[in-house]
T-cell receptor, first 114, second 114 residues
Framework: DTEVTQTPKHLVMGMTNKKSLKCEQHMGHRAMYWYKQKAKKPPELMFVYSYEKLSINESVPSRFSPECPNSSLLNLHLHALQPEDSALYLC?????????????FGPGTRLTVL | AQSVAQPEDQVNVAEGNPLTVKCTYSVSGNPYLFWYVQYPNRGLQFLLKYITGDNLVKGSYGFEAEFNKSQTSFHLKKPSALVSDSALYFCAVRANTGGFKTIFGAGTRLFVKA
């Protein structure tokens, strides 16, 4: 099974709200990722967790706060977002963060910031 | 600098005809190359990858790709296109830039006409 699940599928929030995105995988993968994807564009890397530790932060604004409570779960906490943050947020996982490992993507959360 | 180029924004092909989606890359060190497909409002699905060995890589749904080191290319091919192959295709390279990151091409939209 190569499934990565993400909840919710859709999220609409105001600029003052606090919300969280959730990602889960049960493949025993030890690397997990958050990507942001705008329409008709490639995914942009935001964060990488390796063995539950944050290993890469692509200079993402602090209004996005990742959390990896355990090896199966990855959260993205959202606070005081801007309308330009509206996008598809994709989670992915891979066996490790090494170069040869395949990343498997979840279906994404479509976020709209009003 | 590490980069991936997909020179065609869109490829049109008739059902039953062969299809090719082009990709070239620039990376220092060994290239780890991937193809993903994305259907509307969905996450990315892994198709195939090249790590080492045989230059012709076979993947899911009848797709294959040919690694050409001298031309730094990794073109995606399928002998007989299906209407259901219509989607957005991303070529990607895993590059070690202080931790492995996936660098995606801009994407190529494939239209298969019945």
């Amino acid at each position: 099974d190569t499934e990565v699940t993400q909840t919710p599928k859709h999220l609409v929030m105001g600029m003052t709200n606090k919300k969280s995105l959730k990602c889960e995988q049960h493949m025993g993968h030890r690397a997990m990722y958050w990507y942001k994807q705008k329409a008709k564009k490639p995914p942009e890397l935001m964060f990488v967790y390796s063995y539950e530790k944050l290993s890469i932060n692509e200079s993402v604004p602090s209004r996005f706060s990742p959390e990896c409570p355990n090896s199966s779960l990855l959260n993205l906490h959202l606070h005081a977002l801007q309308p330009e943050d509206s996008a598809l947020y994709l989670c992915a996982s891979s066996a490790t963060s090494g170069g040869t490992d395949t990343q498997y993507f979840g279906p994404g959360t479509r976020l709209t910031v009003l | 600098a590490q980069s991936v180029a997909q020179p065609e924004d869109q490829v049109n092909v008739a059902e039953g005809n062969p299809l090719t989606v082009k990709c070239t890359y620039s990376v220092s060190g060994n290239p780890y190359l991937f193809w993903y497909v994305q259907y509307p409002n969905r996450g990315l699905q892994f198709l195939l990858k090249y790590i080492t060995g045989d230059n012709l890589v076979k993947g899911s749904y009848g797709f294959e790709a040919e690694f050409n080191k001298s031309q730094t290319s990794f073109h995606l091919k399928k002998p007989s296109a299906l209407v259901s192959d219509s989607a957005l295709y991303f070529c990607a390279v895993r590059a070690n830039t202080g931790g492995f990151k996936t660098i995606f091409g801009a994407g190529t939209r494939l239209f298969v006409k019945a």
